[in-house]
Antibody, heavy 120, light 107 residues
């Protein structure tokens, strides 16, 4: 079945970087783009960016353009999000999600989420 | 940038009630709206796409409608399992924007 499995929780200090992975299985990786969405504790969903898994081109939300990099490894069907210069308010759960043209570009399959805790 | 708002932010209803959540866009967006359900500690689940299309496997008591700037998600007969937060989302040119969410509680 289609699955997105994310890497485990991270604890980082302010100013550090973190890289979260999203390993996909059960479908053709290059056929569906991957978005990253974050959710701060008790808050709503925030779209961070999307990557075209066919050609590796990303599209970032304005807010994340300077500190976030989206990449893929097509040999392992894995997507990554790297966040640099971490701040306390980057503490959140980070989700990857598959974007599906068949669902009118809705996000039809999600990873389980990765908690990133930024603390000094 | 297009902003999405939702109302109410919280609602409380009885099992069996009809529940309606409204999502408004800051400008006309045709029908490029999806709806998600999220339960605590879980990833969101796609319910409706392109404003009115029920995602495969989603119960028919969920219904989406609207176009332009106003959209609604209706749960025809609320069940205990529907206790969750609901988010609308706009899509345009490989960019997505979520509404702030509506928390649905069971009385």
């Amino acid at each position: 079945q289609v699955q997105l499995v994310q890497s485990g929780a991270e604890v980082k200090k302010p100013g550090a970087s973190v890289k979260v992975s999203c390993k996909t299985s059960g479908y053709s990786f290059k056929t569906f783009g991957i978005s990253w969405v974050r959710q701060a504790p008790g808050q709503g969903l925030e779209w961070m960016g999307w990557i075209n898994t066919y050609n590796g081109r990303p599209n970032y939300a304005h807010k994340f353009r300077d500190r976030v990099t989206l990449t893929t490894d097509t040999s392992t069907f894995t997507a990554y999000v790297e966040i640099r210069s971490l701040k306390f308010d980057d503490t959140a759960t980070y989700f990857c999600a598959r974007e599906s043209p068949r669902s009118s570009y809705g996000m039809d399959v999600w990873g389980q989420g990765t908690t990133v805790f930024v603390s000094s | 940038d297009i902003q999405m708002t939702q109302s109410p932010s919280t609602l409380s209803a009885f099992v069996g009630d009809r529940v309606t959540i409204t999502c408004r866009a800051s400008q006309a967006i045709s029908t490029w709206v999806a709806w998600y359900q999220q339960k605590p500690g879980k990833a969101p689940k796609l319910l409706i796409h392109k404003a009115v299309n029920l995602e495969s496997g989603v119960p028919s008591r969920f219904n989406g409608s609207g176009s332009g700037t106003e959209f609604t998600l209706t749960i025809s007969r609320l069940l205990p399992d529907d206790s969750a937060s609901y988010y609308c989302q706009h899509y345009s040119n490989y960019a997505w924007t979520f509404g702030p969410g509506t928390k649905v509680e069971i009385k």
